[in-house]
């Protein structure tokens, strides 16, 4: 039977984090040797190295390091969700909810919620990713986070997914184009136009798949990986985009102090879902479903709809 103390792991794990044990002694104002006893007794007890240490550059996890250092965080973060469980007996709101969220959504989702979940419990604690569909499902799949907010499309049978809305894709397309005049566009009237494509894992496909079985598709002039170099690069001219979800400050109609509009495209197939995905094997906390239930509350209240383009 492994004999250690959760305070030992806990200065493992941040010794392999910052990749230092004067980094980690320092974080955790306490001694050096308490971190290097700390990692010799788990080493110990294991009967393998964790780290590769090298005089004036640090540690470095090894191989079996690393997996053995991502199974320490799950059982921390698991701790910690049982101390936040045990105080909720007792009354108290509190604990910590790990998420991330698909980047080109944050800015305009996740206020909203974050205020209302704020409010609700003033004690919780948030630590936040940002990031493309793939990397975020990967952080979910690895234990780094307790949920997601992103696509159905980029979930599969290993989560639980809670669909909050449904993101119609929209056309930006500058003013100075007679196209930006409309009500709303056809998949023909943009194939004529070069794109600005929004190109990161997932959004490809879904994007030219709105022209298939036409006989012509735009030409992608440029692309990049961010959502405010696609509504730079269209207000300049430089081409049409597609996106799902609009800026907030876009507001009803035409855009203020803008130099594109925001046009539904139709027909445009299903629309895509987003929503929340966690992993389906894994018992989630009180806090998190909490925080899961303000999400389907705000639903149910129509707070997601001024985000889409109708």
Same mark, same amino acid.
């Given at each position: 039977?492994?004999?250690?103390?959760?305070?030992?792991?806990?200065?493992?794990?941040?010794? +392999?984090?910052? +990749?230092?044990? /004067?980094?980690?002694?320092?974080?955790?104002? #306490?001694?050096?040797?308490?971190?290097?006893?700390?990692?010799?007794?788990?080493?110990?007890?294991?009967?393998?190295?964790?780290?590769?240490?090298? =005089?004036?550059? +640090? #540690?470095?996890?090894?191989?079996? &390091?690393?997996?053995?250092?991502?199974?320490?965080?799950?059982?921390?973060?698991?701790?910690?969700?049982?101390?936040?469980?045990?105080?909720?007996?007792?009354?108290?709101?509190?604990?910590?909810?790990?998420?991330?969220?698909?980047?080109?959504?944050?800015?305009? *989702?996740?206020?909203?919620?974050?205020?209302?979940?704020?409010?609700? *419990?003033?004690?919780?604690?948030?630590?936040?990713?940002?990031?493309?569909?793939?990397?975020?499902?990967?952080?979910?799949?690895? &234990?780094?986070?307790?949920?997601?907010?992103?696509?159905?499309?980029?979930?599969?049978?290993?989560?639980?997914?809670?669909?909050?809305?449904?993101? =119609?894709?929209?056309?930006?397309?500058?003013?100075?184009? =007679?196209?930006?005049?409309?009500?709303?566009?056809?998949? /023909?009237?943009? /194939?004529?136009?070069?794109?600005?494509?929004?190109?990161?894992?997932?959004?490809?496909?879904? *994007?030219?798949?709105?022209?298939?079985?036409?006989?012509?598709?735009?030409?992608?002039?440029?692309?990049?990986?961010?959502?405010?170099?696609?509504?730079?690069?269209?207000?300049? &001219?430089?081409? *049409?985009?597609?996106?799902?979800?609009?800026?907030?400050?876009?507001?009803?109609?035409?855009?203020?102090?803008?130099?594109?509009?925001?046009?539904?495209?139709?027909?445009? &197939?299903?629309?895509?879902?987003?929503?929340?995905?966690?992993?389906?094997?894994?018992?989630? =906390?009180? #806090?998190?479903?909490?925080?899961?239930?303000?999400?389907?509350?705000?639903? /149910?209240?129509?707070?997601?709809?001024?985000?889409?383009?109708?």
């Amino acid at each position: 039977m492994l004999n250690f103390t959760l305070k030992q792991l806990r200065y493992v794990e941040a010794a +392999g984090r910052l +990749g230092s044990i /004067a980094g980690a002694a320092s974080k955790l104002n #306490i001694s050096q040797s308490s971190i290097t006893a700390a990692i010799d007794v788990l080493e110990a007890e294991l009967g393998y190295d964790l780290f590769l240490r090298t =005089p004036a550059k +640090g #540690i470095h996890p090894t191989s079996a &390091g690393f997996e053995t250092l991502k199974l320490i965080r799950s059982y921390l973060d698991q701790t910690l969700h049982f101390e936040a469980d045990l105080l909720s007996v007792g009354g108290a709101e509190t604990g910590f909810v790990k998420l991330a969220c698909y980047s080109t959504a944050a800015p305009n *989702f996740l206020p909203p919620v974050l205020k209302s979940i704020t409010k609700r *419990f003033p004690n919780l604690s948030l630590s936040m990713l940002e990031g493309h569909m793939e990397m975020i499902i990967n952080c979910l799949d690895s &234990g780094e986070v307790d949920l997601v907010f992103t696509y159905e499309r980029s979930v599969d049978h290993r989560h639980t997914f809670h669909a909050l809305f449904a993101a =119609p894709p929209y056309a930006l397309i500058a003013i100075t184009d =007679p196209l930006s005049q409309q009500t709303e566009v056809t998949p /023909a009237q943009l /194939a004529t136009r070069p794109m600005v494509l929004l190109d990161l894992p997932f959004t490809r496909d879904y *994007f030219t798949s709105l022209f298939d079985g036409m006989q012509g598709v735009p030409t992608v002039a440029h692309s990049t990986r961010s959502s405010e170099m696609v509504r730079a690069l269209v207000s300049a &001219g430089f081409g *049409f985009s597609i996106l799902n979800i609009r800026p907030l400050e876009y507001g009803q109609g035409v855009a203020e102090n803008t130099a594109y509009h925001a046009l539904p495209i139709r027909p445009a &197939g299903t629309a895509p879902i987003f929503g929340i995905a966690t992993t389906a094997t894994v018992k989630q =906390p009180k #806090i998190v479903l909490a925080f899961i239930e303000t999400c389907l509350n705000l639903k /149910a209240q129509g707070a997601f709809d001024r985000m889409l383009v109708f």
